[in-house]
């Protein structure tokens, strides 16, 4: 997905034309690294044996990538290589967390609210794989950028 995407920015970019094989140049990425972290948290406040306990909940992440890119042709580093960095934020819900997989309806029934959700609450891992394509777009275009200010 990674290549699609830097594929689809440098040909968009108008910066060179990408061929399968046979160009002059090549470009090499390799990724260095990629982490996660929990950005955002909020109060649950929950009762356990009546009374209120307020618990810290995360509900917002970012994944992190880094990348190295080296431009070469025919075999010599032409520019580079880049070590270039970008992230991507995404909101999640706690699986744990029984007031936010739940409401009560006008009948007083309880009613899970997944299926209301419209995309909207996914469980952690559900919304850092859809941060996917947002992180890669944005690596993609700034290997586009670190070329194209040299070229």
């Avoid at 046979?22 to 990425?29: R, S």
Wanted: glycine share 8%.
């Amino acid at each position: 997905m990674l290549t699609a995407e830097i594929i689809e920015a440098i040909s968009v970019s108008g910066l060179a034309d990408v061929r399968s094989y046979g160009g002059e140049y090549t470009l090499q990425v390799v990724v260095i690294g990629e982490e996660t972290d929990k950005i955002g948290f909020r109060i649950d406040p929950q009762k356990v044996h009546g009374k209120v306990r307020k618990n810290l909940l995360a509900i917002e992440g970012r994944r992190t990538m880094t990348i190295e890119a080296t431009l070469c042709s025919r075999g010599e580093v032409v520019h580079g290589p880049y070590r270039i960095t970008a992230d991507a934020d995404y909101d999640y819900v706690d699986g744990d967390s029984v007031q936010d997989l739940t409401f009560v309806n006008s009948a007083g029934k309880v009613i899970t609210v997944l299926p209301f959700s419209l995309g909207q609450l996914e469980s952690s891992e559900s919304a850092a794989l859809a941060s996917t394509t947002p992180l890669y777009r944005k690596l993609a275009q700034k290997v586009v950028d670190a070329i194209s200010s040299e070229w």
